[in-house]
């Protein structure tokens, strides 16, 4: 059964606004991540940058999502070079829309943040893949793997 993901749009670096239904890509790589510039999620931009090439010449475009500010944003992709945009959710618009708000224990307390996860949808909103609870290690490798097989 194919899921797919109601329109939203975002804000995005570089002054644009990204829209899920005017996006031209033959697919498109979602990523969400719970902060800027923490190890984490540093190591996994890092690894989506190096990749980024190998995504490309497949026809996909790759977009992390967070709920920091746009300003925030600019910050880590200019320190980091990425190539890539990145999407400022801060009303939860598009974690709601794939359900990636979770509870985690940070350091013995409760917490609502987003649980890391990868999503691959087509240009209609098509989930093709999905990966909730990701471990960094390897995984945007997996990803890249699976947009192989596309």
């Known amino acids: 059964m194919e899921k797919k993901v109601e329109d939203f749009s975002l804000p995005c670096t570089g002054g644009r606004t990204f829209r899920l ?3 031209e890509d033959k697919f498109l790589v979602l990523y969400f991540y719970p902060k800027d510039n923490t ?3 540093t190591t ?3 690894q989506f940058r190096e990749l980024h090439p ?3 010449k497949l026809g996909g475009g790759i977009y992390g999502i967070s709920r920091d500010s746009l300003r925030s944003h600019e910050g880590f992709k200019a320190k980091h070079g990425f190539p ?3 999407l400022a959710d801060t009303e939860e618009t598009a974690c709601n829309r794939f359900g990636v708000i979770k509870m985690k224990n940070m350091y013995g307390k409760q917490v609502r943040g987003i649980e890391r996860s990868t999503f ?3 240009r209609h909103g098509a989930v093709l893949r999905e990966w909730r609870g990701v471990k ?3 995984h945007v490798q997996e ?3 699976f947009a192989k097989t596309l």
């Open 21 to 23: 239904s005017a996006a």
């Open 143 to 145: 990803v890249l793997d």
């Open 44 to 46: 996994e931009g890092l």
């Open 136 to 138: 960094v290690p390897g």
């Open 120 to 122: 691959v949808v087509d």
């Open 39 to 41: 190890p984490g999620c």
């Open 84 to 86: 890539f945009e990145l």
């Open 54 to 56: 190998q995504f490309r």
